[in-house]
């Protein structure tokens, strides 16, 4: 089984290629387990920045807005494909061109190399949370119309729309995810105007003061990177029948306020590390992320088998293990 993972050094697509090799198995193109023999893992950078060491695994560096380079990846014709690379929400509001030869020129030539391979290979597309804005209910329902309220947000619906299209064309077996925000994120901040939601935790706890540039009481609908991976993997496996024709499904989370977040933190790792966080809402960030709805129904996700974190503390606790850190 030969996979090609698109974004292969970014904060997930790292996580993506280490569960795909832990696993060592796949569902095929038929459907069928079938182990991972081979994956191609490529980014921008010229070096394979922290990839798994892994006979099976082989980098190639180049750009996806170049369609002979994305052509190239494809010659293994993978049966599978995870299309992670993105600029991410706020990189791409802030550079408008760059954001549309990103997340929509790069994402036609994946598609249109997939579909050159002639063997209908799975195709994960990451979505976002951000294809919701406008006027929206308070819970929000699978059949509820995208109108995204931000460019990065219109990319990625445009990229659902044509992971459907090529999907009833028979080109592609596709599945397209909204991930919500992903928390806690490692590193330093990064150009997402989700960024906020793992500072708020991150930053506290490694000792250093932190600016909230959100309100205490704004929302986000977060999942765990742990729960991120285990849900795409499962989505990619989970049969024709349970995507439907629509092949866009928004993954579960929890809803949970900045506030809901600093007092999880207090629990899991003490008053003293609480205290570090500071409020100074940013009206840039906000307009962006209080346009993402927080409440939705997941009657779709639950049928493909996705789930959320068990509680914030989890996450906490998650991350704190993760980079061995002591519980207070
Ligand atoms: N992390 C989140 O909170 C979140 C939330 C919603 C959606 N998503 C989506 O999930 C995916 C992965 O997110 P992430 O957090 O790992 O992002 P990331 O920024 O850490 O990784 C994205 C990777 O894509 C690469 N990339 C960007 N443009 C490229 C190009 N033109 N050619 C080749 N590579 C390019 C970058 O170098 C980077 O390594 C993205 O599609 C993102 O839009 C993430």
Redesign the pocket.
Known sequence: MHILV?????????RLIEALLARGQLAGTSGEATPVSQIVA????PEP?GLPADERVFYQA????DPEFVARLFAAKPGSVF???????GGAEQDFDAGM???LT?TIHLLEAARQTGVSPRFV??????TYGGDLPEVVSDEHQVTPESS?GVQ?AIGELLVNDYTRKGFINGRSF??????I?PGGA???A?SW??AIIREPLSGVEYTSPVAADDRGFLLS?LK?IEGLIVGHDAPDEAWGRNRSVMMAGLSCTAKDLVDALQRVAGARVAERVRWQPDPFVRKIITTWPTQFTLDKASRIGLEADASIDNIVTQYMAEHSMEMS
């Open positions: 698109t974004g292969a050094c970014g904060f997930l697509g790292r490529t980014d921008i950078f920045a180049g750009d996806i807005c299309h992670l690379a993105a600029l991410v929400s030869k990103a997340n790069g597309f990451t979505s976002s949370i951000a990065y990625k909204r991930l919500p925000i992903i928390a994120r990064n150009s997402a989700s939601a793992s990177p991120v």
